[in-house]
T-cell receptor, first 114, second 110 residues
Framework: GAVVSQHPSWVICKSGTSVKIECRSL??????MFWYRQFPKQSLMLMAT?????????EQGVEKDKFLINHASLTLSTLTVTSAHPEDSSFYIC??????????FGEGSRLTVL | DAKTTQPPSMDCAEGRAANLPCNHS???????VYWYRQIHSQGPQYIIH???NNETNEMASLIITEDRKSSTLILPHATLRDTAVYYC???????????FGKGNQVVVIP
C-alpha cells in the first residue's frame, strides 16, 4: 500500500499563531488527499478533500479560512491552522486513496494550542 | 454508506485467533466492507476489504456471509501489538468519505 508521512508528529503553539502540517505521499502520486481531525476518545471526522492544483473541498461546518489547505504537487498537501485557539487542539491525520478504494493514513500530527 | 454495528469492546487471548464481528444488514450490492485499525495515538491502518468473497492477506482474513449482512475479521494469532480500535466500514468503492464510527476496542491479553 501507499506510504504516507506527516510532519510534524506533534506541535505546541501559542494561541493566535498559525501552524502548518505537511502530508507527503512517499510512493504514490495522489491527485487527492484527505484531512481528518480526531478529538480524544472520538472517531475520525473528515475535514476536507485536498485537490492537486485546485481548491480544496471542505466538509460542512469546517471553516475554509481557518484551515487552509494547499496541494501544490502530487506528493504534498499542507494544512495550515490559522490563528489557532485551544479548541483547535486535536489529532490531525491525512490520507490518500489506493487503487482499490482503500485509504492509507499518515501517522498523525498532534496539535496543542496553549 | 450502510450503517455498521460492532461491539464497543472485546478482549482476546494472546496467541489465539481473534474473531471481530460486524453487522451491516443494510449494505447495498455495490458497497464494499473495509476494515481498519487504529493503535493509540497513531493514524489508522488499512487491514483488508472485500465485496462478496472471503479475503485473506498477511494481516488478517475477512469472512463475509453469503447474504452480506455481516462479516468477521479474523486475526489468526493475536499479539499484544494487535491491541487497537478496529473499524468496520461499508461503503462504495472509491468513496473516500467513509464514516468511521466508534469502532471496537480490542485488547489482547497475555
Amino acid at each position: 500500500g501507499a506510504v504516507v508521512s506527516q510532519h510534524p508528529s506533534w506541535v505546541i503553539c501559542k494561541s493566535g499563531t498559525s501552524v502548518k502540517i505537511e502530508c507527503r505521499s512517499l510512493d504514490f502520486q495522489a491527485t487527492t488527499m484527505f484531512w481528518y481531525r480526531q478529538f480524544p476518545k472520538q472517531s475520525l471526522m473528515l475535514m476536507a478533500t485536498s485537490n492537486e492544483g485546485s481548491k480544496a473541498t471542505y466538509e460542512q461546518g469546517v471553516e475554509k479560512d481557518k484551515f487552509l489547505i494547499n496541494h501544490a504537487s502530487l506528493t504534498l498537501s499542507t494544512l495550515t491552522v490559522t490563528s489557532a485557539h485551544p479548541e483547535d487542539s486535536s489529532f490531525y491525520i491525512c490520507s490518500v486513496q489506493g487503487n482499490t478504494g482503500e485509504l492509507f493514513f499518515g501517522e498523525g500530527s498532534r496539535l496543542t494550542v496553549l | 454508506d450502510a450503517k455498521t454495528t460492532q461491539p464497543p469492546s472485546m478482549d482476546c487471548a494472546e496467541g489465539r485467533a481473534a474473531n471481530l464481528p460486524c453487522n451491516h444488514s443494510t449494505i447495498s450490492g455495490n458497497e464494499y466492507v473495509y476494515w481498519y485499525r487504529q493503535i493509540h495515538s497513531q493514524g489508522p491502518q488499512y487491514i483488508i476489504h472485500g465485496l462478496k468473497n472471503n479475503e485473506t492477506n498477511e494481516m488478517a482474513s475477512l469472512i463475509i456471509t453469503e447474504d452480506r449482512k455481516s462479516s468477521t475479521l479474523i486475526l489468526p494469532h493475536a499479539t499484544l501489538r494487535d491491541t487497537a480500535v478496529y473499524y468496520c466500514i461499508a461503503g462504495d468503492y472509491g468513496n473516500n468519505r467513509l464514516a468511521f464510527g466508534k469502532g471496537n476496542q480490542v485488547v489482547v491479553i497475555p
